[in-house]
């Protein structure tokens, strides 16, 4: 018989195998009941498990049997590798006796820099991130706001991408408040383009900018209740008349039982 024949008869036979082997594992969660047990991968967090579409059980998406886990990449341990080393060296020592407590976590995931900050201490490394000559982060890039209900005490995260055009880095600034207290200071005393932004994360998601020269609605109406961005706000929407018929909103257009 030649290789490629062997090959293909190889490749059938593996399949044939994968396919006996995945049905059995089906049939057995199936009549066992059995839920499906989360594999924590190296280096993550488990922090919720999401079932069904939206959250939904009963959703005629067809999405009602989805299971998805979501996990957080844990602290990095020096060497962070790259400049990462460099940067996190100089922050420390311009904060002194306050880096252990401004500086919650260093996170190194897919080549990317995260700085978990707290809060109290966010205006003070934005200043040295900004002004000292070994790290010049000139330039926020906004914030962007994440809604996280299973992350007890600290369910609102805010993103900052910031980039230093002197030394050709990115790195984010991540801080996070819980729901029962969204305030986080405003940095636009710091970052003046940061206003928008802010009010933009205000407006999908909640979260108060202490210090914020004009924080009002951006997006939604000045009347709208509520921040539509979360994961908690009600689906729903509102009805639209097309060619003489009305579409009711998405949330009477499904049922969910």
């Known amino acids: 018989m030649s290789p490629a024949k062997d090959k ?23 009549g066992s009941d059995a839920e499906l047990a989360p594999v924590v991968p190296e280096g993550r967090t ?58 919650e976590a260093v996170i190194v995931d897919h080549d990317e820099l995260t700085l978990r900050v707290a809060r109290e201490h966010l205006l003070e ?13 000139e330039m926020c890039l906004g914030v962007n706001g994440v809604h ?51 009010r933009e994360t205000w407006d999908f998601f909640g979260i108060i900018f202490d210090g914020h020269p004009s924080l009002s609605r951006i997006e939604m109406p000045d009347d709208w209740v509520g921040h539509p961005q979360r994961k908690d706000y009600p689906l729903g929407g509102i009805p639209v008349e097309y060619k003489g018929a009305e579409i009711p909103a998405p949330d009477e257009r499904r049922q969910y039982r």
């Open 148 to 198: 996280y209900p299973a992350d007890v005490g600290r369910e609102l995260h805010a993103a900052y991408p910031m980039q230093s055009v002197t030394h050709n880095r990115r790195l984010r600034i991540e801080v996070t408040a819980p729901d029962d207290d969204p305030h986080i200071p405003s940095i636009t005393s710091i970052y003046p383009m940061n206003n928008w932004h802010e």
């Open 46 to 103: 488990l922090i919720n498990v999401r079932e069904g579409q939206f959250g939904a059980r009963g959703d005629t998406s067809g999405y009602d049997g989805l299971t998805r886990f979501v996990y957080m990449p844990d602290a990095a341990e020096r060497p962070y590798g790259s400049w990462f080393d460099q940067v996190v060296d100089a922050l420390e020592e311009l904060l002194g006796d306050k880096a252990g407590a401004a500086i």
């Open 8 to 30: 293909g008869k190889k490749a059938k036979a593996d399949g044939a195998a994968v396919a006996a082997s995945s049905r059995t594992s089906t049939d057995a969660a199936e």
């Open 125 to 137: 490394v934005c200043s040295h991130l900004r002004d000292d000559q070994d790290l010049r982060f």
